[in-house]
T-cell receptor, first 115, second 113 residues
Framework: AQSVTQLDSHVSVSEGTPVLLRCNYS??????LFWYVQHPNKGLQLLLK????ATLVKGINGFEAEFKKSETSFHLTKPSAHMSDAAEYFC?????????????WGAGTKLIIKP | DSGVTQTPKHLITATGQRVTLRCSPR?????VYWYQQSLDQGLQFLIQ???????AKGNILERFSAQQFPDLHSELNLSSLELGDSALYFC????????????FGPGTRLTVT
């Protein structure tokens, strides 16, 4: 069965320090993978996507993620956190051969930025 | 701005009532998805339509129904509303019926009193 696990429900970093949000997935087939961000009281915005091209994917706002098949991971990183990065981040798997077309959403990681 | 529009932004209604939420997908997108987001249950997939046809059902209650019209806009109908239906309802759209990224609208906040 396909699944996605975000390993931390909350991550707290100081402004200007690196960000690491961890995501592991389980899929029988080669999946598409996404990261979405949701700022407070806002909709969900696509940060980046992996669709079996380059394993290092660059997204918006300085975020990037690396697909590691051997580790079944798709961690999100940013070299230097900004106050505006405070939000909830969702790792999402789209198992291409799944019969019912649903995306599989992680539970989310709340990123807290300390001044 | 994702290009997905939802109306209304806010809706306050009483228990037992019926409401309709509307969504217009991005230009060129054929798939529309509906999600419910509440504090206690997180983001829940409700239903998907592709080019007018139902494609997938998630945790959608029998009191809820949806449709996608020939111009590709979609409506989510919620009836016999209960306090527990209070939530943010998101619409998303994508080009294909699976595998492609989804673009989300700003959501409709429904409050049932």
């Amino acid at each position: 069965a396909q699944s996605v696990t975000q390993l931390d429900s909350h991550v707290s970093v100081s402004e200007g320090t690196p960000v690491l949000l961890r995501c592991n997935y389980s899929s029988s087939y080669s999946p598409s993978l996404f990261w979405y961000v949701q700022h407070p009281n806002k909709g969900l915005q696509l940060l980046l996507k992996y669709t079996s091209a380059a394993t290092l994917v660059k997204g918006i706002n300085g975020f990037e993620a690396e697909f590691k098949k051997s580790e079944t991971s798709f961690h999100l990183t940013k070299p230097s956190a900004h106050m505006s990065d405070a939000a909830e981040y969702f790792c999402v798997v789209s198992p291409l051969r799944r019969s019912n077309y649903q995306l599989i959403w992680g539970a989310g990681t709340k990123l807290i930025i300390k001044p | 701005d994702s290009g997905v529009t939802q109306t209304p932004k806010h809706l306050i209604t009483a228990t037992g009532q019926r409401v309709t939420l509307r969504c217009s997908p991005r230009s060129g997108d054929l798939s529309v998805y509906w999600y419910q987001q509440s504090l206690d249950q997180g983001l829940q997939f409700l239903i998907q339509y592709y080019n007018g046809e139902e494609r997938a059902k998630g945790n959608i209650l029998e009191r809820f129904s949806a449709q996608q019209f020939p111009d590709l806009h979609s409506e989510l109908n919620l009836s016999s509303l209960e306090l527990g239906d209070s939530a943010l309802y998101f619409c998303a759209s994508s080009v294909r019926d699976r595998g492609s990224e989804q673009y989300f609208g700003p959501g409709t906040r429904l409050t049932v009193t």
